[in-house]
RNA sequence: GGCGGUAUCGUCUAGGGGUCAGGACACGUGGUUCUCAGCCACGGGACCGGGGUUCGAAUCCCCGUACCGCUACCA
């Protein structure tokens, strides 16, 4: 078994398309298959290298690897289309020899108002085929004249096109229905439809695996495969991928490439795993699954028929599956770029990062995507007792008598306690409620709103080690802002117990 | 317009001639004696419409409707 992803560089990667990818993957690992992945840059003038590149990079960074590319050599490259004109070219003058296929002078203005006759007057819209009965003499003398023809192929029309498609089962077009497809445009660049069937034959694809898009454009290239004398492979034809109002996915419901969800927070293989389930299901009410297991158990007479909705609600949910199983070494490291991009600035060497992976718990078992991480956190590193009061409802809070006696043993008992961890606090909180005499909600709170100068945030025998060990923090360890909390935290505290607010 | 494809809770889906039509996300309620988030429990919620076949249809067939795709010298 032999698949193919074939991407055309002419932007991001999709998550449409990264999903078409992912199911190729996961037959051919799943029934130990090749998977090659090919660059269909016939179009020069939208193809660039720099797409290319990041739909490389996105393809790898999901974890998909491929046996044969653009970067990886195999028996049937190259793997760029825009390296194999010679072979299209070849195929072409073959296919014209046979007289299976045809010059074309027609005008792009003359093509497009036949187009729309036919429209009006009910009939199939596709190429009228003007130049089918134009002789070879008669094409090579307007070549000589200097026309730049394109190649049509000419569809047979003596039978209808019958395929089983091993996602939907049988699909028939009748061949009248079919016009004759240009094959190699005038500027000698190979059409799709045509590339195509040449590559995938040549590179021995068992299985085409695409989107539904390609369902229409399947019966031309059967033909061609025909004319061709080539094999034809299995074709499977996937659904679509919708936004939530149905209509295809696209920018204006948000995030729509790889690289985007990527920098919002997702996890590769969070992305991998929900997008797994879009159109497919691993059976047995099981759908957190690794993808080793997903290829374990694909197989395409499982795939659904109809268009999906992406449900980013969804994807946040198994990303948070992903957040809670990921080491916090490798989610404090992720987590770096987006705190400095919430404006709290570090560079964290290696003790830096140790005390982020030590952090990261309290943030990661709470929170969609890694870009909500530094909210979660930044009570360690921006301490701001102005801002915990300019909130009039905590600043009344803390103005009531019993917010202030507690705010005062809290106080004394952090002068007599250097470091605390979780025990130390939990003993501190015991003893400033045994002062006090107060409990529940009338003591944690105003003890958050002390150490932390917020309202809300981790639990606080979590939070408050943190913030004591994140003290001992040298200067060089690449995180500034995070020294002094507690100090300020019991300048606070007393200003606090002395009505000085 | 022509041709093709599709139709189970709001969403992703399981199932498929006789089921209490199952699960997940989301939603609602309660719990977790600091909060937000999380987590746990419970709850409401679906077979597009009409015909046919059949003892019986959500399931099979036909028609309709809706949506999607193709109809390019884009892919």
Redesign the pocket.
Known sequence: MRVRFAP?PTGKLHVGNARTALFNWLLARGQGGAFVLRI?D??AQ?STRESEATIIHDLRWLGLDWDEGPDIDGAHGPYRQSERLHLYQSYATELLHADKAYH?????AQ?EAE?QE??VT?R????AGTCRRLSKEQAAARMAAGAR??IRFRVPHDHDVVFTDAV??E????SE?I?DP?IV???G?P???YAVVVDDALMEITHVIRG??????TPRQLLLYEALGFTPPTFAHLS?VMGPD???LSKRHGATSVGEFRSKGYLPEALVNYLA?????P?A?D?LLPIDELARRFSLD?V??????F?E??L??VN?HYLKLAGPRRLAELAVPYFVGAGVAMSPNARGLEFLAASMAMAS???DRLDQVPARLAFLFDYDAERALRDGQAADEMRMADARAVVAALAEELTASPRLDREKFREVANRVRARTGL???AL??PI?VVLTAR???????LAVPAIDRGAELPPDAGMPGIQGNRERAVAFARALAEGRD
């Open positions: 055309s269909e016939t179009d939208r074309c002078f027609c005008s792009t093509l187009r036919a429209l009910g199939p819209a596709h190429y023809p394109a939907r089962g699909v028939r077009f009748q229905v016009g240009v445009r005038a500027d660049h059409a799709y439809n539904e898009d390609h369902i229409s454009n679509m149905h209509a295809p389930l879009i159109g497919w299901s059976g009410n759908e499982h659904g028929h109809s268009a999906g909705v449900d609600e969804k946040a949910w948070r078992a709470s929170v409990k529940g909600k944690f709170h958050r309202a809300e945030g981790p639990e606080l025998d």
